[in-house]
């Protein structure tokens, strides 16, 4: 049984350039959240997506979107980036929506640098 | 909004002795805590959790204790092992809206560096 997988691992990326990052559920989750973790931080929290929608958003500006498809994958886009979006990126899963989280599955994670 | 504070930031143990991670927080809608693993390099991995309708949870070597009065949780670990060093970041959320559903995300706390010297 796969966990959460997210693609790519490493990225760099110029300032003021755009990126997608991926990410699939583990299988039997429809929920994705978005975190960012800067170096030596907590993950913070971004957006949460179940059934193709945004539920809940954290405290990041509009350049932060994201996605979310028919079979619960999602993809967090970032445009016009700073040097200051640099970090580890987690991609995090949980059961169905209606239900009480048994704990949310975190992938391995993306780690963006801005140069 | 909620905010997570986790102390110490960095704790050092001797192989076979007990830690203590400390985390206060300020929501009091807040009713799940988890707790998460982070070894260099690697995801968060959840080693634990507990529900404010319990106040102890226990797993092995790793409990969890709850004070909803207070507002605060902490992590026990013991009979510590060199394999237990890494982060290990404290949070607190939501979970279960009016309809018995919904998740809340996660705060996190800032992290604490366990060291366990052989």
């Not at chain 1, 932060?64 to 040097?83: C, D, I, K, R």
């Amino acid at each position: 049984d796969a966990g959460v997988t997210q693609s790519p691992t490493h990225l760099i990326k110029t300032r003021g350039q755009q990126v997608t990052l991926r990410c699939s559920p583990k299988s039997g989750h429809d929920t994705v959240s978005w975190y960012q973790q800067a170096l030596g931080q907590g993950p913070q929290f971004i957006f949460q997506y179940y059934e193709e929608e945004e539920r809940q958003r954290g405290n990041f500006p509009d350049r932060f979107s994201g996605h979310q498809f028919p079979n619960y994958s999602s993809e967090l886009n970032v445009n016009a980036l700073l040097l200051g979006d640099s970090a580890l990126y987690l991609c995090a899963s949980s059961r169905p929506y209606r239900q009480p989280t048994d704990g949310y599955t975190f992938g391995s994670g993306t780690r963006l640098t801005v140069v | 909004g909620e905010n997570v504070e986790q102390h110490p930031s960095t704790l050092s143990v001797q192989e076979g002795d007990s830690a203590v991670i400390k985390c206060t927080y300020s929501d009091s809608a807040s009713n799940y805590f988890p707790w998460y693993k982070q070894e260099l390099g690697k995801r968060p991995q959840l080693i634990i959790d507990i529900r404010s309708n319990v106040g102890e949870k226990k797993d092995q070597r790793i409990a969890v204790t709850l004070n909803k009065t207070a507002k605060h949780f902490s992590l026990h670990i013991t009979e510590t092992q060199p394999e237990d060093s890494a982060v290990y970041f404290c949070a607190a959320s939501i979970s279960g809206g009016i309809y018995g559903g919904s998740q809340g995300n996660l705060i996190f706390g800032k992290g604490t560096k366990l060291s366990v010297k052989p």
